[in-house]
């Protein structure tokens, strides 16, 4: 994983609820569009990270921050 997305996942960011069940939250990073997507559990990962539309990670926890 990359110093920058790891960054993402790790940094205190302020996410905004949106309406869509499917990608519940929101929010923009030094110019960076970030959106959470909620997978097909257990069948896939809860979690999507995507940033600018394009998935970087996946992950089950969300991060403590």
Same mark, same amino acid.
């Given at each position: 994983?990359?110093?920058?997305?790891?960054?993402? !996942?790790?940094?205190?960011? #302020?996410?905004?609820?949106? *309406?869509?069940?499917?990608?519940?939250? $929101?929010?923009?990073?030094?110019? %960076?569009?970030?959106?959470?997507? !909620?997978?097909?559990?257990? #069948?896939?990962?809860?979690? *999507?990270?995507?940033?600018?539309?394009? $998935?970087?990670?996946?992950?089950? %926890?969300?991060?403590?921050?």
């Amino acid at each position: 994983m990359s110093t920058k997305i790891r960054s993402y !996942l790790e940094a205190d960011v #302020d996410w905004n609820k949106r *309406t869509d069940p499917q990608y519940p939250y $929101e929010a923009q990073v030094n110019g %960076d569009r970030l959106v959470i997507r !909620l997978n097909d559990f257990p #069948d896939e990962t809860l979690y *999507t990270l995507l940033v600018n539309d394009k $998935e970087v990670s996946s992950f089950d %926890d969300w991060p403590k921050q």
